[in-house]
């Protein structure tokens, strides 16, 4: 079945710094990957989705590119802020015709002054 | 747009009472997801329904969970005989899915109901 990889539970950074946190994913058909940021006791938001392969997108500083040749979709920004402090989930949906989103374990990012 | 509504937004049940969480989908949305989310195993599919018909239940545990929508502004999540593993927080999402293959749109989720069972 559809699983997606997150290898970092934690990452703490300093503001200004730049950031990227990983996201593989496996499917048998065509994926939509997607970026949910989780604030502390609020629900899920979208930051973040793709489906089309080598195309970066990009919102509130905030860039992937959905790569189907590798099975990746990582997340990155340039300088990290405080307000960033956050818990990333990548998530991937898929072209079976079930809409559900199968989450990675998530990253909790932590931005140090 | 109020955004998804989810009640209650904390709730503690003595092991073996029954627990019943409602949700309110974004008005227009078509499809209504539940996920479960625990500390330990993140966030899991639940169920979902689209334009009120249940399609997947596939992450659903088979006994003592149950969903329905009766309606296209509401959805219930039930859980009898509440155990201390039951315990999470329940999401609900909701999306404008045409049901088109290739066209997954956003989903959005509600707070949650944080449900304690003693």
């Known amino acids: 079945g559809d699983s997606v990889t997150q290898t970092e539970g934690l990452v703490t950074l300093t503001k200004g710094l730049p950031v990227m946190l990983n996201c593989t994913y496996q499917t048998t058909y065509s994926p939509f990957l997607f970026w949910y940021v989780q604030h502390l006791n609020e629900a899920p938001k979208l930051l973040l989705k793709s489906s089309t392969d080598n195309k970066r997108t990009e919102h509130q500083g905030f860039y992937a590119t959905l790569h189907k040749s590798s099975s990746s979709f990582h997340l990155q920004k340039s300088s990290v802020q405080l307000s960033d402090s956050a818990l990333y989930f990548c998530?991937?949906?898929?072209?079976?015709?079930?809409?559900?989103?199968?989450f990675g374990s998530g990253t909790q990012l932590t931005v140090m002054p | 747009n109020a955004g998804v509504i989810q009640t209650p937004r904390h709730k503690v049940t003595g092991k073996g009472q029954e627990a019943t969480l409602w949700c309110e989908p974004i008005?227009?949305?078509?499809?209504v997801f539940w996920y479960r989310q625990t500390i330990v195993q993140g966030l899991e599919f639940l169920t979902y329904?689209?334009?009120?018909?249940?399609?997947?239940d596939s992450g659903m545990p088979k006994e003592r969970f149950s969903a329905q929508m009766p309606n296209q502004s509401h959805s219930t999540l039930k859980i009898q005989s509440t155990q201390p593993q039951d315990s999470a927080v329940y999401l609900c999402?909701?999306?404008?899915?045409?049901?088109?293959?290739?066209?997954?749109?956003?989903?959005?989720f509600g707070p949650g109901t944080r449900l304690l069972v003693l």
């Open positions: 008005s227009g949305h078509s499809a």
């Open positions: 998530a991937l949906s898929d072209s079976s015709g079930s809409w559900q989103l199968i």
């Open positions: 329904f689209r334009n009120q018909a249940p399609i997947d």
């Open positions: 999402a909701s999306s404008l899915e045409t049901g088109e293959i290739g066209n997954q749109d956003t989903q959005y």
